[in-house]
C-alpha cells in the first residue's frame, strides 16, 4: 500500500506528527442525558456545548436508541464479518464511494500504516450492489435500515442544540444532511478489529486504528461492553504532539460522540475536533477481536459549509470529504 508524504489540509499535518505513544491520563468523560428531550432542550444544549467546546467529546444516555437494535446491530455486523472473504469481497469499497467492504485498506497519516481492521460502509444512496443478499444473511438489510436512520435521527438532535447556539435556523443541519436526497453522504460504518491471539510480539507495536480526527460533522459510536481500547487526546501542544491519552471505557447503551473536522469548520473552529485512536490490548485484557459501530454524520455533498461569522471561505461538503477520503484511504 502506498502512503501519503504531504497534506493539503492543516489537520492532516497535525496526524502526521501524533503518531506516537504518548502518555495516559484519567479524565472524566462528560455524560449527557437526553431525557424528555423537547423540555430539556436548553439545558441539554448548553451541556453539549460546553463538553463541544472544551473537549470535543462527550457520551449520550437516554438517548431513544432501543437497546435491543442496537443489540440486533451488533449480531449482524459479526455475522457480515464472519462471511467467507470469497462472499465479502462482492461487495467491495470502491474509492471514493464510502461504501462496501474493505480489508486493512485505511492508512492513518499519523501512522503511514493499514489500521488492523476491516469494515463495511453503508451510504444509502451508493448501495446498489453493496447489499448482502438474503441467501448470503437474511435479515441483515432490514436491520441496517433501521438502525441507520435512527441514528441519523439522534445525531439531528445533537445537531439541533448546536444549531441553536451558533445562531442558524432550527432545522439547519437536518436540511444540510437531508437523507432523502441522492446528494445524502452519511455514513454508518461496521467495525471488525482482529484478534490479536495468534500475534507475534512486533504486532502490538501497531494500532488497531492510528490516531486520527474525523472528517465529518459528529460521530455516534456503539461500542460492546469489555471490548475497549478507545482513547481520547482533547489537547495538542503547539508542535501538534500529544499531550495525554485517555481510554474511553466500552458501556453498553452509551452512545460516544465527537465533533469532526466539517463541524469544526463549518462553526468557525467554536466547537472541537480532536484526536483519538484505538490502542492494542494490553496485558490482562482480551486479545479476541473488537466489534464497533460508528455513524457519521457528514452534511449532503451540494451543502455549502459556511460559517457563522465567515471565517473559512464557501466549500462544499463534497469537496471536503474528496479531500479527507483521499488522504486516508489508498490501495496499491
Same mark, same amino acid.
Given at each position: 500500500?502506498?502512503?501519503?508524504?504531504?497534506?493539503?489540509?492543516?489537520?492532516?499535518?497535525?496526524?502526521?506528527?501524533?503518531?506516537?505513544?504518548?502518555?495516559?491520563? !484519567?479524565?472524566?468523560?462528560?455524560?449527557?442525558?437526553?431525557?424528555?428531550?423537547?423540555?430539556?432542550?436548553?439545558?441539554?444544549?448548553?451541556?453539549?456545548?460546553? /463538553?463541544?467546546?472544551?473537549?470535543?467529546?462527550?457520551?449520550?444516555?437516554?438517548?431513544?436508541?432501543?437497546? /435491543?437494535?442496537?443489540?440486533?446491530?451488533?449480531?449482524?455486523?459479526?455475522?457480515?464479518? /464472519?462471511?467467507?472473504? =470469497?462472499?465479502?469481497?462482492?461487495?467491495?469499497?470502491?474509492?471514493?464511494?464510502?461504501?462496501?467492504?474493505?480489508?486493512?485498506?485505511?492508512?492513518?497519516?499519523?501512522?503511514?500504516?493499514?489500521?488492523?481492521?476491516?469494515?463495511?460502509?453503508?451510504?444509502?444512496?451508493?448501495?446498489?450492489?453493496?447489499?448482502?443478499?438474503? =441467501?448470503?444473511?437474511?435479515?441483515?438489510?432490514?436491520?441496517?435500515?433501521?438502525?441507520? @436512520?435512527?441514528?441519523?435521527?439522534?445525531?439531528?438532535?445533537?445537531?439541533?442544540?448546536?444549531?441553536?447556539?451558533?445562531?442558524?435556523?432550527?432545522?439547519?443541519?437536518?436540511?444540510?444532511?437531508?437523507?432523502?436526497?441522492?446528494?445524502?453522504?452519511?455514513?454508518?460504518?461496521?467495525?471488525?478489529?482482529?484478534?490479536? !491471539?495468534?500475534?507475534?510480539?512486533?504486532?502490538? @507495536?501497531?494500532?488497531?486504528?492510528?490516531?486520527?480526527?474525523?472528517?465529518?460533522?459528529?460521530?455516534?459510536?456503539?461500542?460492546?461492553?469489555?471490548?475497549?481500547?478507545?482513547?481520547?487526546?482533547?489537547?495538542?501542544?503547539?508542535?501538534?504532539?500529544?499531550?495525554?491519552?485517555?481510554?474511553?471505557?466500552?458501556?453498553?447503551?452509551?452512545?460516544?460522540?465527537?465533533?469532526?473536522?466539517?463541524?469544526?469548520?463549518?462553526?468557525?473552529?467554536?466547537?472541537?475536533?480532536?484526536?483519538?485512536?484505538?490502542?492494542?490490548?494490553?496485558?490482562? !485484557? $482480551?486479545?479476541?477481536?473488537?466489534? $464497533?459501530?460508528?455513524?457519521?454524520?457528514?452534511?449532503?455533498?451540494? =451543502?455549502?459549509?459556511?460559517?457563522?461569522?465567515?471565517?473559512?471561505?464557501?466549500?462544499?461538503?463534497?469537496?471536503?470529504?474528496?479531500?479527507?477520503?483521499?488522504?486516508?484511504? !489508498?490501495?496499491?
Amino acid at each position: 500500500m502506498g502512503t501519503h508524504t504531504a497534506y493539503d489540509l492543516a489537520e492532516l499535518d497535525k496526524e502526521t506528527r501524533i503518531g506516537g505513544v504518548g502518555i495516559e491520563v !484519567e479524565r472524566p468523560i462528560p455524560q449527557i442525558d437526553l431525557s424528555d428531550f423537547a423540555r430539556r432542550k436548553p439545558e441539554i444544549a448548553g451541556a453539549l456545548w460546553t /463538553a463541544a467546546t472544551e473537549i470535543g467529546f462527550f457520551q449520550l444516555t437516554n438517548h431513544g436508541i432501543p437497546q /435491543a437494535l442496537i443489540d440486533e446491530a451488533f449480531t449482524y455486523s459479526a455475522a457480515f464479518f /464472519a462471511l467467507p472473504e =470469497t462472499v465479502k469481497t462482492r461487495y467491495p469499497l470502491k474509492p471514493g464511494t464510502n461504501a462496501g467492504w474493505e480489508y486493512m485498506a485505511q492508512v492513518r497519516p499519523s501512522t503511514g500504516t493499514a489500521d488492523r481492521k476491516e469494515s463495511y460502509q453503508i451510504t444509502l444512496p451508493r448501495m446498489a450492489g453493496l447489499w448482502p443478499t438474503g =441467501t448470503d444473511l437474511p435479515g441483515f438489510k432490514a436491520t441496517m435500515l433501521a438502525f441507520e @436512520r435512527h441514528n441519523w435521527a439522534l445525531a439531528m438532535k445533537v445537531l439541533s442544540c448546536f444549531a441553536d447556539r451558533l445562531g442558524f435556523p432550527p432545522d439547519f443541519f437536518t436540511d444540510g444532511h437531508d437523507p432523502l436526497k441522492p446528494e445524502y453522504q452519511s455514513t454508518l460504518r461496521l467495525l471488525h478489529y482482529l484478534g490479536m !491471539e495468534e500475534a507475534k510480539p512486533e504486532d502490538f @507495536r501497531h494500532w488497531r486504528a492510528g490516531a486520527h480526527t474525523d472528517f465529518d460533522c459528529l460521530t455516534l459510536l456503539h461500542q460492546k461492553a469489555g471490548e475497549g481500547g478507545l482513547q481520547l487526546c482533547p489537547g495538542k501542544d503547539s508542535d501538534g504532539q500529544a499531550i495525554a491519552w485517555t481510554d474511553v471505557p466500552p458501556l453498553a447503551g452509551v452512545v460516544t460522540c465527537n465533533i469532526g473536522d466539517m463541524l469544526m469548520r463549518w462553526s468557525d473552529d467554536k466547537l472541537r475536533s480532536n484526536l483519538h485512536r484505538v490502542r492494542m490490548p494490553k496485558p490482562g !485484557e $482480551s486479545l479476541g477481536p473488537r466489534h $464497533s459501530m460508528a455513524f457519521f454524520a457528514q452534511a449532503n455533498t451540494d =451543502t455549502v459549509l459556511t460559517g457563522p461569522e465567515g471565517r473559512y471561505p464557501p466549500m462544499t461538503a463534497h469537496d471536503y470529504i474528496q479531500m479527507r477520503l483521499g488522504a486516508n484511504f !489508498e490501495r496499491g
